[in-house]
């Protein structure tokens, strides 16, 4: 099957510092998505990419969809208290179908005020 | 907006004993799906739905089951608990394939 790699795994970063995490994968995807997930919560869906060289930002959050259609690229520009969470990459391949869609096993973000 | 709800939120199992995992969802979407979600790992998924009637196997099925009688409703059934059941699940939907919506979770024990 397919294979996503998430990195990094985890992130211990100051109040104010930009964040940078990304996904690869082992084939060539159509789609890729970034989720967040506060403790105790559901993953939120934060932004979909589905074109490569896709590059799209949803207030300080940023990401791209890369030119080998094989990564993603996340960016958390000026990171606040509220940005603490777990990141997911989810990606979905060619000729995946409602079960084609691969998750990361997510960046742990962490920030220290 | 109610969105994805899924019900309990937390339940402690015995081992052997059964329960169904609630999972409604408002959006009139066709597809729902059921993840669970271990400690370091990203979500698997169990079983999924691509419209009212009609359900297919995920990647971890075993010692589940789902039905869809109606678009909202997406029930996940533990017919023998395990310990290795033991797990955070999700249950999500979307209009699409692509841009899938969660709901909170539901933390399950099995002891």
């Known amino acids: 099957g397919q294979q996503l790699n998430q990195s990094p795994q985890s992130m211990f970063i100051q109040e104010g510092e930009d964040v940078s995490m990304n996904c690869t994968s082992s084939s060539i995807f159509n789609t890729w998505l970034w989720y967040k997930q506060d403790p105790g919560e559901g993953p939120v869906l934060l932004i979909a990419?589905?074109?490569?060289?896709e590059l799209t930002s949803n207030g300080r959050l940023t990401a791209q969809f890369g030119i080998t259609r094989k990564d993603s690229f996340l960016n958390i520009s000026a990171s606040i208290p509220s940005d603490v969470g777990i990141y997911f990459c989810?990606?979905?391949?060619?000729?995946?179908?409602?079960?084609?869609?691969?998750f990361g096993k997510g960046t742990h973000l962490i920030i220290q005020p | 907006n109610a969105g994805v709800t899924q019900t309990p939120k937390f339940r402690i199992l015995k081992i052997g004993q059964s329960m169904t995992l609630q999972c409604t969802q408002d959006?009139?979407?066709?597809?729902m799906y059921w993840y669970r979600q271990d400690p370091g790992m990203g979500l698997k998924l169990i079983y999924y739905s691509v419209g009212a009637g009609i359900t297919d196997k995920g990647e971890v099925p075993n010692g589940y089951n789902v039905s869809r009688s109606t678009t909202e409703d997406f029930p996940l059934r533990l017919e023998l608990a395990a310990p290795s059941q033991t797990s955070v699940y999700f249950c999500a939907s979307s209009m699409t394939e692509n841009t899938i919506y969660f709901g909170e979770g539901s933390w399950l024990t099995v002891v």
């Open positions: 959006m009139n979407h066709n597809y």
């Open positions: 989810a990606g979905r391949g060619e000729g995946g179908g409602a079960d084609g869609l691969t």
């Open positions: 990419l589905y074109k490569a060289g």
